[in-house]
């Protein structure tokens, strides 16, 4: 044996020490970094030498510096993340329509329902009270003023997810054009044996974000590209990316690859939630409230122009409400020009308030589907308030989940301080034992010099 | 399990954040006093409050509309008594009048009933609030005007029939006020039954007497028209004593399928129809009420209370006196059974006023009930909320305590 064969062990030793003293420090430095697996040396021993009929070890070697993650917990949240961010995003958007309607509270449209009505019953008592007649018009202006508001505000919700849905598009472009030029420089790694562990935590990080947004499937091959669908339509591999944009057709929003392309079959995501509020929440509240509305206006019309005004040539035949588009409320002008218009009268006598009476009765009736319009208000209130708490609901226990999942990644994945220090130690000893053994062998060389 | 630095601060940040997220809602619920912030923290007891707060939206209505009202009845009763005190005064003096001592003094006795004419028609007439109190549901002028020369007091409006409905419950309708045609107006009751095996097509007809303000005579002559099994077509014509046409109509009349009552005239809920020629001082109501059809048939007749009202019959025993005369038997019997009359409308009004305060009573107690179902709905219990809010601040304290403790520490600190 030569005293040459200890410098080459303890010089390929401070080499490996060297390199794991790095994946450590990497490892600390990404400590508090989420997206982050944490790496790990893999040690091996370097290929003995077979001399003189006996086995010489020649040290250690670095296998590989393996990525430490869980790819059963990682699909899982992959899986998980859509569902979660599809029911948060319907929550909130649910929160906001809830708010449009101000209940339950004194400013909600069921109290502006029930005083239009009941300022018929007051006026029933003193019919030819212009106070009384006024207060029946301030009244409806009230309830005209509040449908208004709620119909704005269905706009703006809608305005809000046209711009969301888009802005959420171009990140989705951007994610598939960062995804594609990721996948293929962990194609040129992998071709060269290198292991593109940070490439790999990156793509995983916009996988993610892309699964906030869509419904995504993931395929590897055997050079660790991935390749990436959304709602069935081809979105990224290793070679190219799609650009996908907003589809917009009769009350309805999707997403397609761009040009005219494929629809892409939404099933969760925030995008799926813009587009389940914005094409079927949105418009089935709406009719809901149309027609409320429009039973008002009908059902007092109806009554209404059976009566008579309190004018000195008393009249009939008069509208209270103008009939324009469905869910529109706006008072005859002639009547809001003229209190003594509003009709009560069921014979043109002056103080006859039995038409008052029967308009007051309406709030009474079941007009609507064997239900009366409160209860139909109520219906519709207590139906988006269901949705907004499943939703809720659903959030919270997916986000048990996505929380669970995470704190699992965390575990497997994540840097512990304490096992990296001790490596620190263990690495540095070791580096240290290495340079101790090149003095040794030196002095041992000095001695046989010595000799000479 | 394999402790990541991630993994502790993750399960901290959780923890925190949701004893944070449960001290949010508490502390709304404190400031607002109301545990249903948004309909979806309880969409069932969303509904539940947007439905009692509809009834006592409702309740408080009807409170107010009785409040309304009080004041109408009360001025009816005193309007009323003032007549009562008149009538029976005039039944005393006629009786005086009638005395052969005070046989010389019956000019006075007329003067004296002209007086009560004058109090009484002052009652007739008499607002509150800017409504006749008599004047059933016509508001534009008095009821009552007593013509020029004084001999006849005319009806000043078309209809004084009209009821004055309130609203005092769900389905409740409360008629709050005495109309002018039921306390001084001729009403003529039609009675009998119709065979319900009469032929379609098949005519009955009956014959009245009624009198204008001054007396004269005209003749009612009513046809009914079997137009189908529930249904017969009344015309109605008058005539004056030249048989010169005054006035006619048709009504369509429906009755009940099973009972065979009156249900509705011309298509509404009625059984009586007020008939008036304003040019010949002819005011009547004439009621069908006792009215139907049945397996035999009884005799259609028809019967008036009156033949003229209280103030043409005193008008008339006042000129009696004025010409020296005896007061007829048959004119004191007609104030006598307007007295009765009165005397029935005054009960009536008093129904009503009890009515109207019982049902007060009665809202006052179910509004206090609806409001403690709102609360027991809604409301949050404070002490439970604070003491709630106190063990989350205690817990919170604590996770802080602890992860500011154990978060900083590592392996480093010791080497």
Redesign the interface.
């Known amino acids: 044996m030569s005293l040459s064969r200890i410098f080459d062990i303890a010089q390929r030793s401070l080499g490996v020490y060297q390199r794991a003293l790095d994946v450590t420090s990497h490892n600390i430095a990404n400590?508090?970094n989420?997206n982050y697996s944490?790496q790990r040396v893999n040690f091996n021993t370097e290929i003995p030498e077979i001399n003189a009929g006996l086995i010489w070890g020649t040290g250690v070697k670095l296998d590989t510096v393996q990525r430490v993650r869980n790819q059963l917990t990682e699909s899982q949240i992959l899986y998980n993340n859509p569902k979660f961010s599809y029911n948060e995003k319907q929550s909130y958007l649910?929160?906001q329509i809830?708010?449009v309607?101000s209940?339950?509270t004194t400013l909600?449209l069921?109290?502006l329902i029930?005083?239009f009505f009941?300022s018929w019953?007051?006026l029933?008592?003193?019919?030819?009270?212009v106070p009384l007649r006024n207060n029946v018009i301030y009244s409806a202006q009230k309830l005209a003023s509040k449908v208004d508001t709620i119909k704005e505000s269905f706009d703006i919700i809608r305005t809000d997810i046209v711009a969301e849905f888009k802005s959420s598009t171009t990140l989705i472009n951007g994610y598939l054009e960062q995804i594609k030029n990721l996948n293929s420089r962990i194609f040129e790694a992998t071709g060269r044996g290198v292991s593109p562990n940070d490439f790999l935590d990156e793509r995983d990080r916009l996988i993610n974000e892309l699964s906030n947004l869509v419904n995504v499937n993931v395929s590897y091959d055997n050079n660790n590209v991935a390749t990436i669908s959304i709602g069935g339509v081809f979105a990224a591999d290793g070679t190219d990316f799609v650009n996908f944009e907003i589809a917009e057709n009769d009350g309805q929003i999707a997403l397609r690859s761009a040009n005219g392309g494929s629809i892409v079959a939404l099933k969760s995501g925030e995008l799926n939630a813009l587009k389940d509020i914005y094409s079927s929440k949105i418009p089935e509240y709406e009719n809901k409230l149309n027609r409320i509305v429009d039973t008002i206006i009908t059902e007092v019309n109806n009554i209404h122009k059976t009566g008579y005004s309190i004018d000195d040539q008393p009249q009939t035949g008069i509208d209270f409400f103008e009939v324009t588009d469905s869910g529109k409320m706006i008072i005859n002008s002639k009547i809001l020009n003229d209190p003594n218009k509003i009709a009560v009268?069921?014979?043109g006598?002056?103080?006859?308030?039995?038409l008052a009476?029967r308009l007051?009765e309406i709030s009474?009736k079941k007009v609507i589907d064997n239900l009366t319009i409160?209860?139909t208000?109520?219906?519709l209130?207590?139906g988006?308030?269901?949705h907004?708490?499943t939703a809720?609901n659903m959030a919270a226990t997916d986000k048990l989940v996505i929380?669970q999942l995470?704190?699992q990644k965390?575990?497997?994945?994540?840097?512990?301080?304490?096992e990296e220090?001790?490596n620190v130690?263990k690495f540095q000893r070791s580096y240290e034992a290495s340079a101790k053994l090149i003095k040794v062998a030196d002095e041992m060389l000095q001695t046989i010099l010595g000799m000479v | 399990m394999r402790i990541s630095d991630l993994l502790m601060n993750k399960t901290y940040l959780n923890g925190i954040a949701n004893n944070k997220s449960r001290m949010d809602l508490l502390s709304k619920q404190i400031a607002s006093q109301s545990s249903i912030l948004k309909p979806s923290d309880s969409p069932i007891g969303t509904a539940r409050v947007l439905r009692l707060e509809d009834k006592l939206s409702n309740t408080d209505l009807y409170m107010k509309n009785i409040q309304n009202s009080f004041g109408f009845v009360n001025e009816t009763i005193r309007g009323m008594e003032s007549i009562e005190t008149e009538i029976t005064n005039i039944l005393v003096k006629l009786t005086e009048a009638n005395n052969p001592i005070n046989s010389e003094n019956r000019a006075n006795y007329a003067d004296q009933l002209e007086h009560a004419l004058n109090s009484i028609l002052t009652s007739a007439n008499m607002s509150y609030d800017g409504k006749y109190v008599f004047g059933g549901t016509s508001f534009s002028a008095q009821p009552f005007a007593i013509s020029s020369d004084r001999s006849a007091v005319l009806q000043n409006v078309n209809d004084i029939s009209g009821k004055s409905l309130v609203k005092i419950g769900n389905s409740v309708n409360l008629k709050t006020n005495i109309s002018g045609a039921e306390l001084f107006g001729t009403i003529l009751t039609q009675q009998g039954l119709f065979n319900s095996g009469d032929a379609v097509g098949s005519i009955t007809s009956t014959n009245q007497t009624v009198y204008d303000a001054y007396g004269n005579q005209f003749n009612l002559n009513l046809e009914y028209e079997k137009v189908s099994d529930k249904e017969y077509k009344l015309t109605y014509s008058i005539v004056d004593s030249d048989s010169n046409p005054v006035k006619s109509d048709s009504l369509n009349l429906s009755f009940d399928e099973y009972s065979g009552n009156l249900i509705e005239i011309n298509g509404s809920s009625a059984t009586e129809i007020s008939i008036n020629s304003p040019s010949h001082k002819l005011n009547f109501t004439l009621d069908l009420n006792a009215i139907g059809i049945g397996s035999t048939s009884t005799s259609i007749s028809v019967s008036a209370n009156q033949e003229r009202d209280i103030f043409n019959t005193i008008i008339k025993i006042r000129d009696d006196l004025k010409n020296g005369l005896n007061v007829n038997d048959n004119d004191i019997n007609d104030i006598k059974i307007f007295h009765q009359r009165l005397l029935n409308r005054m009960s009536e009004a008093g129904y009503t006023y009890n009515t109207l305060d019982n049902t007060n009573s009665l809202l006052d107690n179910q509004r206090i009930e609806i409001e403690s179902m709102i609360s027991a709905e809604k409301d949050v219990d404070i002490a439970k909320a604070i003491i709630e809010m106190q063990n989350y601040d205690y817990l919170l304290q604590v996770s802080y305590k602890m992860s500011a403790m154990i978060l900083p520490k590592s392996l480093l600190d010791f080497l």
């Open positions: 400590a508090s989420p944490r649910l929160g809830e708010n309607f209940e339950p909600g069921s109290n029930t005083g009941n019953s007051e029933s008592v003193n019919p030819n009270s009268s069921i014979n006598t002056n103080g006859n308030g039995d009476l007051a009474n409160s209860e208000y109520s219906t209130i207590s988006i308030a269901n907004k708490q809720d929380d995470e704190l965390a575990s497997y994945s994540g840097v512990s301080i304490d220090m001790a130690i």
